[in-house]
């Protein structure tokens, strides 16, 4: 008999190529949420009347991106249009005036046009108050009487001093760049000579030869001479420095130490009255006990208290941050540090990472990662404080601006919404636990309720993890589940590692998006995530294959017993970054065999090569020494050495710009994965650095994860899958005929909040995403700092690509 048989495998892929596309399950596809108006943060007048509220839209027919910038009515919910151009950035309210406003119009010679309008007359031509003669960003203007205001912002500054402009910069001969420091690159950038660094200048009322108009003084660079830099590359902005009557803070590292091995960043106060006057020496601020890096700065509405917050240690990025108070700046340059305890621990078991002030300087709000949400405290403004802060946001806020009236204005997002405008009454919501004083004003998505998502769809678990922890973890089933049928596992691993995976929103692992093609999608927060205490955070050094390995073994047990609407047989495993280290490292032992299918985003394959990554401090803490003092701390967890029990089908996604986990670690298990067999894909975008943030090509990404996990390339999957395939077809699914649901909108409370790998931060911009010192390796902390602070200030140029 000579009969042609046919492989199982091409059997499969022919019943794949019918079945296909399963991807496109629910309607809340990759394309829907990618289509999304990406609305930032709310910032309103001191009289709460009016919002600025600005977003953009990218449109995969005309392949372009339109863009917005609005006032919002606060009371009737009206909407006026002030720009549609990217061009136009920075709005900010002036103060003590209900409608006037400044911002920046960016030219296309690379310099700024710094212009005064008025809300009230919006089609009126505005007054231009003067012209920066480079790009910047950061505006904050406060009144300093008489009519006039001082004003900051930051940009960059060539080595002599003058704000560089990249549009006038000449085309060397050569391209070689040579080094004898480091950092040499950056998260995605290679450090060149030109250094960030803040300007001040005066905004007044009349021009020279009008009592009408306004104008912009001469920008002096606030830092020239001083050696120091501000903000702090890579993810450093407007959470570096503020501005009150008293002059200038600002946060820059030490220059005397090694750039890259530690993170020790100061707090420096600059005396300024008139802001005219050339710059002083910056002097540091003290704080006794405190030398790690500083961040979020705030001055109160007095103009000469400070808050900010601090860690402890000079190498180690996700240590807790202490909360420090200055009681007057002009009086004494010492910190009060909240909370110390003979131990030098901290008795509060948060770490803040945003800081408001009421109007009469008696109180702060906290942006506080708590619980796998960023949520919001209040404390009294005094170090002596034994009460703990007060919960007032239960959910995720990105950002808060506190209103003459005293209330604030959050923005939030949660897996569901990316845009949500509450007002919260600091004192109602404190006294009840954040069960009342909170009200909605918008949800930009309306909770998902137009793509039939809703509330329901999550809930999260506690479970016994390693050494008898209790370990966190998310679990969201798709918006067509039914009790009575199973559904496959999608097992995602967050970044970071210290990070976590929290209720927001993400334009680049957005929780639902994967559940609508059918999965239950149980995302956890293992040993080393943050929001839970410290300890947790801290017990991953030297432990990055043990404790979090252990709890996710633990975790999928868990599933197995207690999820029986999980169908483990159809299980597949995701991560980036430390989640892709993760993923690795599950693929050589033993929970690996229980996975269809692995995919691994910008992973870390073999951490005998985490020298070729940038922040050395961040490997120096993590793995507890050095590569030459204590190698074995190396060699002890690394996915490389455990490569030849790899049998798991895997996609692999690795881009060029990724300087933090160099394009080697993505091509290195690839090939492994060739070589050996084992069915593999690998995706490379040349353009892209450790995020995905074009649209088109996160298009493409989501498309190639969706179509590998789905089973529709992936010939092990699909073999095993075509019942599934089949099952979702005749639930319709597979034909994406799945209707709108009723829309099921949570009213009255809502939101969520920020923080991501490292810090945290979504989408809004490619230079929003690619912000911050936390978002490094994924972690939410990260993610939602961009988003806090660059949200509103980008509707320019920098949204061009997106999450
Ligand atoms: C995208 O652009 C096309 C063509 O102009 C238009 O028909 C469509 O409505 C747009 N989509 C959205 C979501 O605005
Ligand atoms: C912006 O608005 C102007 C009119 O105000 C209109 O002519 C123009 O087409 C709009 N641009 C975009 C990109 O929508
Ligand atoms: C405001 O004007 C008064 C009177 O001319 C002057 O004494 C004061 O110094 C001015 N204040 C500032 C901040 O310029
Ligand atoms: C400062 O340096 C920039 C860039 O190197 C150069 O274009 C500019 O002419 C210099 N300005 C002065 C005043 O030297
Ligand atoms: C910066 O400082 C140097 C002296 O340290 C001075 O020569 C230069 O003019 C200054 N540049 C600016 C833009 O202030
Ligand atoms: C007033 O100054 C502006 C520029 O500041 C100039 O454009 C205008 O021509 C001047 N008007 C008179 C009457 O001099
Ligand atoms: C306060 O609310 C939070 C969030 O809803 C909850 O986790 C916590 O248990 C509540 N605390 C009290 C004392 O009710
Ligand atoms: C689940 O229950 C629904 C009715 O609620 C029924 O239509 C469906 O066939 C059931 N599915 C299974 C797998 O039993
Ligand atoms: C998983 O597979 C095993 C062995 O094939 C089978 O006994 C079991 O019923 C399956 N479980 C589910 C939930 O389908
Ligand atoms: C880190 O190294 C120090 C010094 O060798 C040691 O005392 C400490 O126990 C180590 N910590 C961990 C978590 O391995
Ligand atoms: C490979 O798998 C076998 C069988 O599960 C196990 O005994 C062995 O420890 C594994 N090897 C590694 C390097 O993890």
Known sequence: MVAIMKSPL?????????????????????EAMLSIDRRGSALPNDAGTLAFSAGNQYNFTTHKRKYYLNVLDLATGSKTLISNSSADSNPVWLPGSETKFVWFHSEDDGSTTVNVGDASTPDAEPFTAGSIPGAVDGLKVVSIGNG???VAFFGTAAPNGTLYNSELAETPYTTGRMYTQIFVRHWDTYVTPQKNSIWYSTLSVGTSNSTSGYTLSEPINALNGTGLESPVPPFGSTDNYDLSSSGIVFVAKDPKLNQATTTKSDLYYLPLKTFKEAAPSPQAIFTPGLEGASVAPAFAPNGHSLAFVRMKGINYESDKNRLLLVSDITKGLEASEFYADAAGVGAWDRSPSAIYWSPDSATLYLAVEDRARVRMFSVAADPATTSFPCLIYADSATEGHVVSSGKILVTGSSFLDNSIYSWVDPVAAAASNATSGVSLISANLGYGAKWGLSKSQISEVYYEGDGGHMVQAW????SFFKENETYPLAFYVHGGPQGSTADTWSNRWNMMVFAEQGYVVVAFNPTGSTGFGQALTDRIQNNWGGSPYIDLVKGYEFIEANLPYVDTNRSVELGASYGGYMGFWIAGHDLGKKFKAQFVHDGSFNTLSQYASEELWFMQHDFNGTLWDDYDNYARWNPAAHTKNWTTPMLIVHNDLDYRLPIAEGLAAF?????????????????????VLKPENSLIWHKTVLDWLNGNDNPAVIHEDAERVERSRARGFGDGCHGVRTPRVRIGAVGEEPAEDGRVAEDLTMLAESSASGSRRGNPRA????????????????MAPQP
């Open 783 to 798: 993610e939602s700092w961009v988003r806090r602070y660059l949200w509103p200030f980008l509707i320019a140029a920098a």
């Open 148 to 150: 006039t205001y001082a």
């Open 10 to 30: 091409s059997i499969a892929l022919s019943v794949a190529s019918i079945l296909s596309p399963v991807w496109s399950a629910g309607t809340f596809t990759p």
């Open 475 to 478: 679990v969201i089933k798709p």
């Open 671 to 691: 090939n492994v994965l060739q070589a050996k067999g084992v069915p593999s894909k690998f995706l490379n975008f040349p353009d892209e650095n450790h995020w």
